[in-house]
């Protein structure tokens, strides 16, 4: 059974450019939620995906958008890079109904913006 | 708002307790216990909803305090394994499931 899958594990930018991120959910997953965690803290929600539409956003700017697809694969696509966007890049997929929202987390992507 | 969480780091020998602790200021449906090992993704523990269910590990144990709005997470005669750095997220009515980390507990089990 396979886990949260995340693409590309690393990835390095300069200011200005655009990033696209991939995830895979867990198998039977229908949900995904995007995270970002700056070093030494605590994952900060961006945003969550089911049913193919942002279903809750966080508290980042319009920079930073996703898509869900019909197989409930997701991307997240940051525009106009800023060095302050360096952190790693968490997934979590989870069942969108039902009483519990049990998330299990990808191995993240790692971001660096120079 | 972010949950609190005490204490911020925590040094044990191997073989000895610990309890972490999860504080919100707002009433909560759920908390959520993550371990995450440096440069890893985290790792899910354990869930306690709102009502009493858990479901989660089978070597820790937590509680939720629903008139608090307060969480602990129990590890009990600790493993070298255990260490690492654990968050609890927490879920609010009608949020979506939107979860809200705090900003976490550095546990460190020594031989």
């Known amino acids: 059974d396979a886990g949260v899958t995340q693409s590309p594990t690393h990835l390095i930018k300069t200011r200005g450019q655009q990033v696209t991120l991939r995830c895979s959910p867990k198998?039977?997953?229908?949900?995904v939620s995007w995270y970002q965690q700056a070093l030494g803290q605590g994952p900060q929600f961006i945003f969550q995906?089911?049913?193919?539409?942002?279903?809750q956003r966080g508290n980042f700017p319009d920079r930073f958008s996703g898509h869900q697809f019909p197989n409930y694969s997701s991307e997240l696509n940051v525009n106009a890079l800023l060095l302050g966007d360096s952190a790693l890049y968490l997934c979590?997929?989870?069942?969108?109904?039902?009483?519990?929202?049990?998330?299990?987390f990808g191995p993240g992507t790692r971001l660096t913006v120079l | 708002q972010q949950p609190v969480q005490s204490p911020q780091a925590v040094i044990l020998r191997e073989g000895e307790d610990a309890v972490i602790n999860c504080s919100s200021s707002k009433a909560l449906y759920s908390v959520h216990w993550y371990r995450q090992k440096h440069g890893e993704a985290p790792v899910f523990l354990m869930i306690l909803l709102k009502g009493g269910e858990q479901k989660g590990h089978d070597k820790i144990s937590a509680s939720f305090n629903e008139k608090k709005q307060q969480s602990s997470l129990y590890l009990t005669a600790s493993q070298l394994s255990y260490s690492g750095t654990y968050f609890c997220?927490?879920?609010?009515?009608?949020?979506?499931?939107?979860?809200?980390f705090g900003s976490g507990t550095q546990l460190t089990v020594l031989p």
């Open positions: 979590a997929s989870s069942l969108g109904s039902g009483l519990d929202n049990e998330q299990f």
């Open positions: 995906y089911y049913e193919e539409e942002e279903r």
């Open positions: 198998s039977g997953h229908d949900t």
């Open positions: 997220g927490t879920e609010i009515p009608r949020s979506a499931r939107q979860l809200t």
